[in-house]
């Protein structure tokens, strides 16, 4: 059995093995980020989580995605890629300390979280959400979302080039 040429081209497809490799290190992100909440604070939580991410993220985006773009030495990338990444970590850092640390009753308030935390649990029958991991579920979403297209460009038109 034979893959057909528009699939082929498709699979091989940079964005496409962008996107799929974003997903997975985004569930990486994720599990790491989700384990470690429950043990530090989520400001270190958020760093340790960066740390390990970055590493993966380099890992899979050199070997799998921008498998053409190596005209670059190793140590070139590993910077670029390195502090495009740590922008994104101090952003991340950021974005915890004051949405989920500090002023977390804040946007629990505004978004009505509890209320909402409420009605999930009633509608899935778990007493587990809270405003609170609402509220931290939310921004770290927010942080993924800036996370991947920042990443992206710096990858595509400067580490990777």
Do not use: H
């Not at 290190?25 to 980020?33: C, D, G, L, N, Q």
């Not at 950021?94 to 935390?117: D, G, M, P, Q, S």
């Not at 509608?123 to 405003?131: E, M, Q, S, V």
């Amino acid at each position: 059995m034979s893959v057909n040429k528009p699939v082929l081209k498709l699979i091989k497809n940079e964005k496409i093995k962008y996107l799929f490799w974003g997903i997975v290190t985004t569930v990486f992100y994720f599990v790491v980020r989700l384990l470690l909440d429950t043990f530090v604070t989520p400001v270190l939580s958020a760093t340790i989580t960066e740390i390990l991410t970055i590493f993966f993220a380099f890992y899979v985006n050199r070997r799998f995605v921008f498998t053409k773009q190596k005209s670059k030495s190793l140590v070139y990338q590993l910077i670029t890629f390195f502090s495009g990444r740590i922008v994104v970590m101090f952003a991340d850092m950021l974005i915890t300390f004051l949405a989920i640390e500090k002023y977390y009753a804040f946007f629990i308030a505004v978004f009505k979280l509890n209320t909402l935390a409420y009605a999930l649990d009633s509608i899935i029958g778990i007493n587990y959400l809270t405003g609170y991991r609402l509220n931290n579920l939310f921004w770290i979403c927010i942080i993924q979302i800036f996370a991947i297209v920042f990443n992206f460009i710096v990858s595509k038109y400067l580490s990777f080039k």
